[in-house]
């Protein structure tokens, strides 16, 4: 049985907050950042305020007597959280500083991939902006698109991919303009062919236990159309990959890293999300690690998946050593729809009225569920939207086309409330 602190408020945190809450082996829930959506699945508020240090956060699950952290985001995990919480005994499914790099910085990453012999699109490093347009040019005159990423941290904005030279300019204002500090450092890719999905796992103990795949829309608009966004919707099962997809991105890449971690002496508990480009003759190639779930990733994992996220979380950090029941591992045909405010992503232009939405919209429902982000607490039982990425409307069905057109019916009903949001009308139309 365990008390458990979850780092986050978004709807990745959302998600998982409602699917430990199933787990008969919970017996607490705190969460923070407090997340005006979820006051129905928590114990109380843990009253830290929304600037509380990683020492602060350790003292009170030392006072609450938390059993573990699990922590959703990529930010606290960059800045040493486990780090801390370990220093005071305290559990944490999140990497340390060290392992977190994997997201942090995408040439830390680049250089582990090489080392491990994964598969992944050939990179330059660049440190200006002078030199990240030649090479950037230099690729687009082959003839080939070319790819550009910030290495730091850019809350899923900080990669472009482009095709002619004045996407190049956009690119190299939206890196040096808008996010400098990610981009301290810029990776210069080559374009990798192949359709685009994600696979997730978690890890510990010298274990781990795969969540299986999704595919994740990140453009804005419908046909994949307009700039990139952290995800506009997503779908799980991914049924044109090959029937061993799952063995080989084990043996071709995940197993490779853990290996090559521990060789250079990094552990890493915590999750793992694995970006993938899948060609139909090379098979996987990686985009990107991440040291979180995906959003909205998160969101129809948590629904699509039957088994008992806490137990396996608590079993990799060693805390539950119970044979874990084993129901079927197949993941429920399941389809998110994402629905933003109207500057999204880069806050341009006007972000629209915001809306109340009442709580009773975020009530456990048969087949359907929604999850928030960037909300806050409004009167009469209601939360207000804020700006971003802020609902997620997740459906699960017999198969993916009536999983799609239940989550859009969910979409409708939130439309009710906030008419002045954007969403894309095409999640889960190209799954075969």
Same mark, same amino acid.
């Not at 129905?40 to 699950?61: Q, V, Y």
């Not at 250089?111 to 012999?117: F, L, S």
């Not at 210069?188 to 685009?196: K, P």
């Not at 915001?354 to 569920?369: D, K, V, Y």
């Given at each position: 049985m365990a008390k458990i602190l979850l780092i986050g408020n978004g709807a990745r945190e959302h998600a998982i907050a409602w699917k430990?809450?199933?787990? =008969?082996?919970?017996?607490?829930?705190?969460?923070?950042?407090?997340h005006?959506?979820?006051?129905?699945? $928590? &114990?109380?508020?843990? %009253?830290? /305020?929304?600037?509380?240090?990683?020492?602060?956060?350790?003292?009170?699950?030392?006072?609450?007597?938390?059993?573990?952290? $699990?922590?959703?985001?990529?930010?606290?995990?960059s800045t040493g959280l486990? %780090? $801390?919480l370990e220093n005071f005994g305290i559990p944490c499914f999140g990497p340390q500083q060290d392992?977190?790099?994997?997201?942090?910085?995408?040439?830390?990453?680049?250089?582990?991939?090489?080392?491990?012999?994964?598969?992944?699109?050939?990179?330059?490093?660049?440190?200006?902006?002078?030199?990240?347009?030649?090479?950037?040019?230099?690729?687009l005159k082959t003839g080939k698109p070319v790819v550009l990423k910030a290495s730091g941290l850019a809350g899923g904005k900080g990669v472009f991919v482009c095709f002619e030279e004045d996407e190049v300019e956009?690119?190299? $204002?939206?890196?040096?303009?808008?996010?400098? !500090?990610?981009?301290?450092?810029?990776?210069? !890719?080559?374009?990798?062919?192949?359709?685009?999905c994600s696979f997730f796992c978690l890890i510990g103990k010298d274990s781990y236990t795969p969540l299986g795949f999704a595919v994740?829309?990140?453009?804005?608009?419908? /046909?994949?159309?307009?700039? %990139?966004?952290?995800?506009?919707?997503?779908?799980?099962?991914?049924?044109?990959?090959?029937?061993?997809?799952?063995?080989?991105?084990?043996?071709?890449?995940? !197993?490779?890293?853990?290996?090559t971690l521990k060789y250079k002496a990094i552990p890493y508990t915590g999750f793992l999300y694995v970006g993938l480009m899948w060609h139909p003759k090379i098979g996987p190639q990686v985009v990107e690690f991440n040291c979180r779930l995906g959003d909205p990733e998160a969101q129809i994992l948590a629904v699509a998946d039957q088994r008992d996220w806490l137990a396996m979380i608590l079993k990799h950090l060693g805390l539950h050593s119970e044979p874990l029941e084993s129901p079927n591992e197949d993941l429920k045909p399941t389809a998110g729809v994402v629905m933003s405010s109207l500057d999204y992503p880069y806050g341009e232009g006007k972000p629209g009225r915001?809306?109340?939405? =009442?709580?009773?919209?975020?009530?456990?429902?048969? &087949?359907?569920?929604v999850f928030a982000a960037s909300v806050k607490f409004a009167e009469n039982h209601t939360v207000e939207t804020?700006? /971003?990425?802020?609902?997620?409307?997740?459906?699960?069905?017999?198969?993916?086309?009536?999983?799609?057109?239940?989550?859009?019916?969910?979409?409708?009903?939130?439309?009710?409330?906030?008419?002045?949001?954007?969403?894309?009308?095409?999640?889960?139309? &190209?799954?075969k």
């Open positions: 430990i809450k199933a787990s =008969p082996l919970l017996t607490g829930l705190w969460m923070w950042p407090d005006p959506a979820c006051s129905s699945l $928590i &114990n109380t508020p843990t %009253n830290l /305020g929304p600037t509380a240090t990683h020492t602060e956060i350790a003292d009170f699950c030392k006072m609450t007597k938390i059993d573990a952290v $699990i922590v959703g985001p990529e930010q606290p995990l486990a %780090n $801390i392992g977190a790099q994997l997201e942090s910085s995408k040439s830390f990453a680049k250089d582990i991939m090489t080392d491990a012999k994964i598969p992944t699109a050939f990179s330059r490093e660049v440190k200006t902006e002078t030199q990240c347009r030649k090479e950037a040019i230099a690729i956009v690119a190299l $204002i939206r890196l040096y303009e808008n996010m400098s !500090e990610a981009a301290e450092t810029v990776l210069v !890719e080559d374009f990798l062919e192949g359709r685009e994740d829309y990140k453009r804005l608009q419908n /046909g994949d159309e307009g700039p %990139n966004t952290g995800g506009m919707g997503s779908y799980t099962p991914v049924s044109w990959l090959p029937a061993d997809a799952q063995k080989r991105v084990l043996a071709e890449v995940v !197993e490779p890293l853990l290996k915001s809306a109340e939405l =009442p709580l009773e919209l975020f009530a456990h429902q048969r &087949n359907r569920q804020g700006k /971003g990425r802020v609902i997620t409307c997740v459906a699960t069905a017999e198969d993916l086309d009536t999983a799609a057109q239940r989550a859009y019916h969910l979409v409708e009903t939130v439309q009710e409330f906030w008419p002045d949001s954007h969403f894309r009308e095409d999640i889960a139309q &190209n799954h």
